[in-house]
């Protein structure tokens, strides 16, 4: 019903950057807050930042002063800026997104594929 797609990942050198988008499609009515989360080989997958429909946000520490978030809530599409990146700052990026199908319905939580994201040294 709702999918999710991520995009914007790649290789990239420490100090570059990276926008990583995500779109969400479907029978969407509206969609709550978004989160980019991450997953690093043999690491758990941890929040990265979230925004809410108002676009308030909130980031990790460790990417605090890095990293930006933000929404374009006409195209459903949630975006990640990237700057100074860090080879600890490689993993498999996901998005993910509180959507309610349809008025009057609660929310369901609807995550995206990843892309993974390398950053060399």
């Known amino acids: 019903q709702v999918q999710l797609v991520e995009s914007g990942g790649g290789l990239v050198q420490a100090g570059g950057s990276l926008r990583l988008s995500c779109v969400a499609s479907g029978s969407i009515f509206s969609i709550n807050a978004m989160d980019w989360y991450r997953q690093a080989p043999g690491k758990q997958r941890e929040l990265v930042a979230f925004?809410?429909?108002?676009?308030?946000?909130a980031y990790a520490d460790s990417v605090k002063g890095r990293f930006t978030i933000s929404r374009d809530n006409a195209k459903n599409t949630v975006y990640l800026q990237m700057n100074s990146l860090k080879p600890e700052d490689t993993a498999v990026y996901f998005c993910?997104?509180?959507?309610?199908?349809?008025?009057?319905?609660?929310?369901?939580?609807?995550w995206g594929q990843g892309t993974q994201v390398t950053v060399s040294s």
């Open positions: 993910r997104a509180d959507v309610s199908l349809h008025y009057g319905l609660g929310v369901n939580s609807y």
């Open positions: 925004i809410t429909s108002n676009g308030d946000t």
